[in-house]
């Protein structure tokens, strides 16, 4: 016997697009109250919440949801087309919607992809490459359901897995006296004008660094990208600091210039596939994760920076 009707199955749907009680219900002509308790004895029949409500900010679909919409919505289209016999109906692959830091993209994206296709062969794999409050902003909507990043600016809404440790590096030109060192502190870096990534939740953590050992260097460029950043530290216009490290020593116009690694351990960051915990009931996310790192399967529960 089925419990729950076509009309109940539309309801949840108009909601989940329409982002609110108010706006479902003026497209789907009935009362607001109405709405709210059909909902809610679908809510009641599934025994899960399809939807996180918060005062003031637009109703967003738990983890669930996503999973229970999709079939929600083929049931629809189903019923829709049931006086056409000839129809046919394919299941759609399940979907990876995969955000990755945009320093961080051009050294991990393509080879996740590529592990991610070898061990999941019918998952339909969607990236995006975006800064940190985009991929943040979207995971706690739901539009991502896994992100490459560091771990930064990450609330408790997130589970993350540690992918590597890494250590940042500072960028000089090839006659600069800092090309002879193989490692340099951030107090040696603080007596020198720097170069810094624009982006504010970067900006931030770097100078949040140099605050700890009471340090306050000058910034002489804040830059959009790695590359700017390397293309004028090789020309001398500062020391350029990132914890991007490409291989090449030279510049994108061929200018020669030194990485030397940061030495400070409170220095050192981590990279972590971050998701929303609750996806993990409509992917196999630990498993994706196992697949992207086999080392990557224990939780990161530092607190986030």
Same mark, same amino acid.
């Given at each position: 016997?089925l ?8 309801y ?16 789907? %002509? ?10 809610? #004895? ?8 399809l939807?996180?409500?918060r ?5 967003r ?22 006086? %056409? ?9 399940q ?8 320093d961080?993209?051009p ?6 992809l590529?592990?991610?296709r ?14 940190f ?6 995971? #706690?909507?739901?539009a ?32 600069d006296?800092?090309?002879q ?22 900006m ?29 530290a ?13 291989l090449s ?17 409170a220095?050192?960051? %981590?990279?972590?596939a971050?998701?929303r ?16 790192? @086999? ?6 529960d530092t @607190?986030?920076?």
């Amino acid at each position: 016997m089925l419990y729950l009707t076509l009309r109940q199955y539309e309801y949840v749907v108009a909601v989940a697009k329409a982002g609110s009680m108010s706006a479902a219900a003026d497209i789907l %002509n009935i009362s607001q109250p109405a709405l709210s308790v059909a909902v809610a #004895a679908v809510e009641t029949r599934l025994g899960k919440a399809l939807f996180i409500r918060r005062k003031g900010a637009p109703i967003r679909p738990t983890g669930f949801a996503f999973g229970f919409l999709a079939e929600a919505e083929t049931l629809l289209a189903h019923a829709a087309q049931l006086e %056409n016999p000839t129809s046919e109906f394919k299941t759609a692959p399940q979907r990876l919607r995969l955000g990755c830091f945009s320093d961080l993209a051009p050294l991990w994206l393509a080879p996740s992809l590529k592990k991610l296709r070898g061990a999941f062969v019918a998952m339909d794999l969607v990236p995006l490459v975006a800064d940190f409050e985009t991929l943040a902003a979207q995971l #706690a909507e739901g539009a991502l359901d896994l992100a490459i990043t560091y771990d930064l600016g990450l609330d408790a809404q997130f589970t993350r897995h540690t992918l590597a440790s890494v250590a940042p590096s500072a960028f000089v030109a090839a006659d600069d006296p800092l090309a002879q060192k193989s490692q340099v502190t951030l107090k040696e870096l603080a007596a020198r004008e720097l170069i810094l990534f624009e982006e504010g939740l970067s900006m931030r953590h770097m100078f949040g660094l140099f605050a700890q050992q009471g340090l306050r260097p000058a910034v002489t460029h804040r830059v959009a990208s790695l590359e700017v950043m390397r293309s004028f530290a090789a020309h001398g216009e500062g020391v350029g600091i990132s914890y991007s490290a490409p291989l090449s020593d030279r510049s994108y116009d061929g200018k020669p210039l030194k990485r030397i690694a940061v030495s400070d351990p409170a220095a050192r960051e %981590n990279i972590v596939a971050v998701y929303r915990a609750d996806m993990a009931e409509v992917l196999p996310l630990p498993q994706i994760i196992a697949a992207l790192h @086999p080392d990557a399967s224990k939780r990161c529960d530092t @607190p986030p920076q």
